[in-house]
């Protein structure tokens, strides 16, 4: 039965980085918005940082969905 203990742990650990991933694009997506709107960077640059600012808020959103099935999922209601 040592199966059953483990999924509760990989669930919690998989949350847990989830968060941090979902912080740190959170974080990218106000970042770059922010430097966007700056006029001293030049065109490329301002280029760069709306890719950045797409992929950033892909990741937020999945993310945040995976987080929210970790979260939701009866493997997470099993470890209390």
Known sequence: DQESEKKPRLFLKMKNILFWLFVLSGLSLATTSLLMMIPIFIYQAQKVFFE??????????????????????????TQK
């Open 52 to 77: 950045v600012h797409r992929y950033s808020a892909l990741v937020s959103v999945l993310t945040a969905l995976g987080f929210l099935y970790t979260s939701l999922s009866k493997n997470e209601k």
